[in-house]
């Protein structure tokens, strides 16, 4: 992105960027004061799994968000647009239009020129997709019904993209709009991206949402087949479904919805009155380069992204008061981030360990918007100065490579000035965001 920067980007590339605003429609919360509660408090919002028959899916739990009547949140979309909308468009423009609600960010406090907007999703409108393979949608397409194929609205349906145009149409956002793919990363890149575009002088504010809806027969059987304990087989208590970090361990809950953040140019937000949650300070990224369902597994190169990414702040492992983790409760995803902290602080005994939490447990495994719901988590722990929690670990047998503090007792109040979020994904990623408290 820097070479979009110009000569006036050049000028302002050390630009401060604060996260200004959050906007969620998650099980459960569709507020970010709700969304704060859960995550502080380690409040699963995983249950039983409905959309899809628990016989087919081969597991019985997952975060759903029921009850979403997007009228509450886009009040001037005329019903006739919406009725051809999907369920994932509709949710992710809530979401873009809640993070400018909560950043004061409204039509005239900005040049729609100067706004952008990038979305982050894994599979993109796959749930539509599913549907639109069933037998009707197959007797549609080929001229016997209207249900699926029967409009030109069923073009833009299928568009990865459409989420994210169609919440740039809605807001008038007139500057740059994308919509990345990479997988449980691609919300941290998204926000590097958008604090790029905002240091080289591009735009005065991005709002960068990450939506998925995986819950699908299709997305179930494909993680299935990858083999025991990616996905849990929880069902006497679907909020345990997740417990990160313990021996009983055995994956993950998907979940569904969508996270969004107003980044915004610091002077540009002073200069409306505006705060932030949280300061953006830096972003490393990279690709191991290995085995595309593997990851690193010394906690060598994951720790080096840290390292570096702390670097381009100006700042060490050192000073780091917390660690969100991707924390996903399989086998190798764990440990592995215990073994960055080994060796990002060797020499140095666990109990002095930087604390490290996952909030999985409390809405279930996002994919495409996981690394949003962390960024968002990270942004409210630094603005609070109060940790989060790790669901389902006080109490449980730790595994013994991931016996250190995991925040397992509440929230925790506590200075916090520097935080990490992590990320993972297929595709042998790993994604280190730092942010600083506003």
């Known amino acids: 992105m820097a070479e979009l920067a110009g000569s006036a980007g050049r000028k302002d590339r050390r630009g401060s960027v604060l996260v200004t605003g959050i906007g ?6 569709t507020h970010v004061n709700e ?13 039983r799994l409905t959309r899809v028959d628990p016989e087919r899916a081969g597991v019985g739990a997952a975060g759903e968000l029921r009850d979403f009547d997007h009228r509450k949140f886009l009040p001037e979309l005329n019903e006739k647009f919406a009725s051809r909308y999907t369920r994932d468009a509709l949710v992710t423009m809530s979401a873009v239009e809640e993070a400018r609600r909560d950043a004061g960010l409204g039509s005239d406090d900005i040049d729609p ?3 952008s907007l990038i979305a982050s999703s894994s599979r993109g409108p796959l749930e539509w997709v599913s549907e639109a393979l069933t037998a009707d949608g197959v007797e549609a397409q080929e001229g016997g019904g209207p249900d699926h194929f029967g409009d030109s609205g069923a073009m833009l349906r299928g568009m990865p993209g459409a989420p994210a145009t169609l919440s740039a149409i809605y807001g008038d956002v007139r500057g740059f709009v994308t919509t990345l793919s990479s997988a449980c990363v691609g919300g941290h890149h998204a926000i590097s991206f958008a604090a790029d575009l905002i240091r080289a002088g591009i735009a005065d504010a991005v709002v960068v949402v990450g939506y998925e809806f995986p819950l699908t027969p299709l997305v179930f059987q494909s993680f299935r087949a990858m083999g025991n304990r990616v996905l849990s087989t929880e069902s006497d208590d679907p909020r345990r479904a997740i417990r990160p970090y313990t021996r009983d361990r ?9 996270v969004a953040l107003c980044l915004e140019r610091e002077s540009h937000a002073r200069a409306r009155g505006a705060s932030g949650y949280a300061r953006f300070l830096s972003h490393r990224a990279l690709n191991e380069a290995t ?3 593997g990851m690193d597994m010394s906690g060598q190169v994951t720790a080096s992204a840290v390292t ?3 670097h381009d702040a100006g700042r060490t492992p050192q000073d780091v008061d917390w660690f969100c983790a991707h924390g996903t409760a399989t086998p190798k995803n764990d440990v592995a981030e215990s073994r960055m902290l080994a060796a990002l602080y060797e020499g140095r005994p666990r109990s002095a360990w930087p604390p490290l939490s996952s909030v999985k447990p409390v809405y279930g495994h996002l994919l495409g918007a996981a690394s949003m719901v962390n960024a968002a988590a990270t942004s409210l722990a630094l603005h609070h100065q109060c940790l989060c929690s790790t669901a389902n670990y006080a109490g449980a047998v730790p595994d013994p490579e991931c016996d250190h503090d995991h925040v397992a007792e509440g929230p925790r109040p506590t200075r916090t000035d520097l935080a990490v979020s992590l990320a993972f994904a297929i595709g042998s990623q790993t994604s280190a965001l730092a942010l600083g408290a506003a």
């Open 250 to 258: 055995e994956g993950f809950a998907f979940g569904e919805g969508a």
């Open 35 to 47: 969304f704060w509660q859960d995550v502080r408090d380690g409040n699963s919002r995983i249950g």
């Open 113 to 115: 020129r100067r706004l």
């Open 308 to 310: 570096e990414a702390l």
């Open 291 to 293: 085995h595309p369902f």
């Open 24 to 29: 969620v429609m998650l099980p459960g919360a």
